[in-house]
Nanobody, 114 residues
Framework: QVQLVESGGGLVQAGGSLRLSCAAS????????MGWYRQAPGKQRELVAF???????NYASSVKGRFTISRDNAKNTVYLQMNSLKPEDTAVYYC????????WGQGTQVTVSS
Protein backbone atom coordinates (compact mmCIF):
# COMPACT_ATOMS: atom_id res chain seq x y z
CA GLN A 1 0.00 0.00 0.00
CA VAL A 2 1.41 3.36 -1.04
CA GLN A 3 0.98 6.30 1.33
CA LEU A 4 1.71 9.97 0.73
CA VAL A 5 2.29 12.39 3.59
CA GLU A 6 2.40 16.11 2.89
CA SER A 7 3.83 18.84 5.08
CA GLY A 8 4.82 22.48 4.93
CA GLY A 9 1.55 24.31 4.48
CA GLY A 10 0.57 27.32 6.54
CA LEU A 11 -0.31 30.99 6.60
CA VAL A 12 1.92 33.50 4.85
CA GLN A 13 1.62 37.09 3.70
CA ALA A 14 1.48 37.96 0.05
CA GLY A 15 4.96 38.00 -1.44
CA GLY A 16 6.18 35.39 0.99
CA SER A 17 7.40 31.84 0.45
CA LEU A 18 6.53 28.34 1.54
CA ARG A 19 8.01 24.94 0.80
CA LEU A 20 5.78 21.89 0.62
CA SER A 21 7.07 18.34 0.97
CA CYS A 22 5.42 15.03 0.12
CA ALA A 23 6.98 11.75 1.18
CA ALA A 24 5.82 8.53 -0.42
CA SER A 25 6.18 5.16 1.27
CA UNK A 26 5.34 1.60 0.31
CA UNK A 27 5.94 -0.40 -2.83
CA UNK A 28 6.53 2.22 -5.50
CA UNK A 29 7.24 1.52 -9.15
CA UNK A 30 10.47 3.38 -9.97
CA UNK A 31 9.12 4.95 -13.15
CA UNK A 32 6.52 7.41 -11.99
CA UNK A 33 5.28 10.96 -11.96
CA MET A 34 4.84 13.02 -8.82
CA GLY A 35 2.84 16.18 -8.84
CA TRP A 36 1.08 18.87 -6.90
CA TYR A 37 -2.53 19.87 -7.36
CA ARG A 38 -4.60 22.46 -5.54
CA GLN A 39 -8.23 23.08 -4.83
CA ALA A 40 -9.61 26.42 -3.74
CA PRO A 41 -13.07 26.72 -2.13
CA GLY A 42 -15.78 26.39 -4.74
CA LYS A 43 -13.33 25.50 -7.50
CA GLN A 44 -12.20 22.33 -9.19
CA ARG A 45 -8.91 20.70 -8.34
CA GLU A 46 -6.21 21.87 -10.74
CA LEU A 47 -2.71 20.82 -11.63
CA VAL A 48 0.05 23.02 -10.23
CA ALA A 49 3.16 21.16 -11.38
CA PHE A 50 4.51 17.69 -11.97
CA UNK A 51 7.91 16.04 -12.27
CA UNK A 52 8.80 12.69 -13.77
CA UNK A 53 11.21 10.21 -12.24
CA UNK A 54 13.73 11.30 -14.89
CA UNK A 55 13.38 14.95 -13.87
CA UNK A 56 11.18 16.46 -16.55
CA UNK A 57 8.87 19.14 -15.20
CA ASN A 58 5.71 20.94 -16.20
CA TYR A 59 3.96 23.91 -14.59
CA ALA A 60 0.60 25.59 -14.73
CA SER A 61 0.91 28.97 -16.39
CA SER A 62 -0.36 30.68 -13.23
CA VAL A 63 2.65 29.53 -11.20
CA LYS A 64 5.41 29.42 -13.81
CA GLY A 65 8.38 31.49 -12.69
CA ARG A 66 7.22 31.54 -9.05
CA PHE A 67 7.00 27.86 -8.09
CA THR A 68 9.68 25.18 -8.46
CA ILE A 69 9.04 21.45 -8.21
CA SER A 70 11.86 19.04 -7.40
CA ARG A 71 12.27 15.52 -6.13
CA ASP A 72 14.64 13.23 -4.28
CA ASN A 73 14.22 9.78 -5.80
CA ALA A 74 16.24 8.12 -3.05
CA LYS A 75 13.73 9.43 -0.51
CA ASN A 76 10.64 9.14 -2.74
CA THR A 77 9.94 12.74 -1.84
CA VAL A 78 8.71 15.63 -3.96
CA TYR A 79 8.99 19.29 -3.03
CA LEU A 80 7.23 22.45 -4.12
CA GLN A 81 9.05 25.70 -3.47
CA MET A 82 6.52 28.51 -3.68
CA ASN A 83 7.82 32.07 -3.94
CA SER A 84 6.09 35.41 -4.51
CA LEU A 85 2.86 33.95 -3.18
CA LYS A 86 -0.40 35.67 -4.03
CA PRO A 87 -3.80 35.53 -2.29
CA GLU A 88 -5.12 33.58 -5.27
CA ASP A 89 -2.66 30.78 -4.43
CA THR A 90 -4.76 30.06 -1.33
CA ALA A 91 -5.98 26.47 -1.54
CA VAL A 92 -5.57 22.97 -0.22
CA TYR A 93 -2.53 21.50 -1.94
CA TYR A 94 -2.51 17.79 -2.73
CA CYS A 95 0.36 15.55 -3.68
CA UNK A 96 -0.22 12.85 -6.30
CA UNK A 97 1.90 9.85 -7.28
CA UNK A 98 1.12 8.25 -10.63
CA UNK A 99 2.61 4.91 -11.61
CA UNK A 100 0.66 1.72 -12.25
CA UNK A 101 -2.02 3.28 -10.04
CA UNK A 102 -2.60 6.80 -8.77
CA UNK A 103 -2.30 7.81 -5.14
CA TRP A 104 -3.22 11.04 -3.37
CA GLY A 105 -2.07 12.65 -0.17
CA GLN A 106 -4.45 14.04 2.43
CA GLY A 107 -3.79 17.67 1.48
CA THR A 108 -2.19 20.61 3.22
CA GLN A 109 -3.71 24.06 3.57
CA VAL A 110 -1.90 27.07 2.14
CA THR A 111 -3.34 30.46 3.00
CA VAL A 112 -1.91 33.68 1.58
CA SER A 113 -3.11 36.89 3.20
CA SER A 114 -3.19 40.20 1.36
Amino acid sequence: QVQLVESGGGLVQAGGSLRLSCAASGSIFPVNVMGWYRQAPGKQRELVAFITSSGSTNYASSVKGRFTISRDNAKNTVYLQMNSLKPEDTAVYYCKLSEVAAYWGQGTQVTVSS
